[in-house]
């Protein structure tokens, strides 16, 4: 289901929804707009974590790093990290800051007991690190439903993706 027709209260918002948002693509925009409208407007509670913005800063980093000096950004970084950061961090602090301003947007923290969680989502769903973290996240906070592109996340059997462009394969 995409994700402006969630219909439960309650869902958690991985990184690519917040970066087609923050570098508008035009295709999807009008999703992720009615998306975030109805989280603004109360109907529906979005989580994400710290992490999320973590991984939405470095993202969106490498994309400004690119616009700005039209080259590879991570050989940019490389050469000259703090001056690169220092050019393009600025406005990246101020979009995520009013991300996480919106209202009805909860910020969740990642802590030292997501740990094992996170050790045992790696083995049991196959999944990378970061993407296990997110759900043990979720598990704490006793979500079952994700805004992402992201198809990992259909290996989790008791989570229901909400997709963008993405479409979840048909469960056989």
Avoid at 13 to 31: A, E, W
Avoid at 60 to 72: C, E, F, Q, S, T
Avoid at 89 to 111: F, M, N, T
Wanted: hydrophobic fraction near 45%.
């Amino acid at each position: 289901m995409k994700p402006d027709k969630v219909i439960r209260d309650k869902v958690y918002v991985d990184i690519n929804v917040f970066y087609m948002y923050l570098r508008p693509d035009p295709v999807h925009l009008s999703t992720i707009r009615a998306f975030l409208g109805r989280m603004v407007q109360g109907e529906i509670g979005v989580y994400t974590s710290v992490l999320t913005m973590d991984e939405l800063f470095y993202r969106l980093l490498l994309a400004r790093v690119k616009d700005v000096y039209g080259r590879n950004p991570l050989n940019v970084l490389r050469e000259d990290m703090s001056g690169a950061i220092a050019r393009c961090g600025p406005e990246i602090k101020v979009a995520l800051r009013r991300l996480v301003g919106l209202p009805h947007l909860q910020l969740a923290a990642v802590v030292e007991d997501d740990f094992p969680q996170m050790l045992a989502n790696i083995t049991v769903f196959g999944l990378l690190p970061r993407d296990a973290l997110h759900v043990t996240v979720m598990q704490r906070l006793g979500l079952s439903e994700i805004a992402t592109d992201d198809a990992d996340f259909d290996r989790v059997t008791w989570l229901q993706r909400h997709w963008v462009f993405n479409v979840p394969a048909p469960v056989p």
